[in-house]
């Protein structure tokens, strides 16, 4: 057996952030803006994440998705069911969600 061939020591998983990822990406014969809401470990595996759902639900490759930013934000103005899945006991001992500021009419 080669030397190095299993790792050795324990990997535990780091602490998981949310991230809000926006871009532009086909979406059929058109290409849309996009914003999607993400538990990550740090921003490059959110970014990679993105790519991977994008590609699997519409089909594009990596070079046709442009992701305009990725940004940290706070778990509890997120209505995204992944991320209220993932962070339910931090949002539960914070008091609860907190509401996107309402658009002025």
Known sequence: MRDGAFKSGLRVASSMKA?????????GSMR??????????DAGDAEHRA????GSRHKANRRSI?????????????TDPRITDHFREEIAAAGGPISPPQEEE
């Open 32 to 41: 849309q803006a996009f914003s999607i809401d993400l538990p990550a470990s």
């Open 51 to 54: 790519y991977s759902i994008m």
């Open 66 to 78: 442009d992701i305009a930013s990725v940004e940290e934000i706070d778990p509890r103005t997120s």
């Open 19 to 27: 991230y809000r990822i926006t871009g532009i990406a086909p979406f």
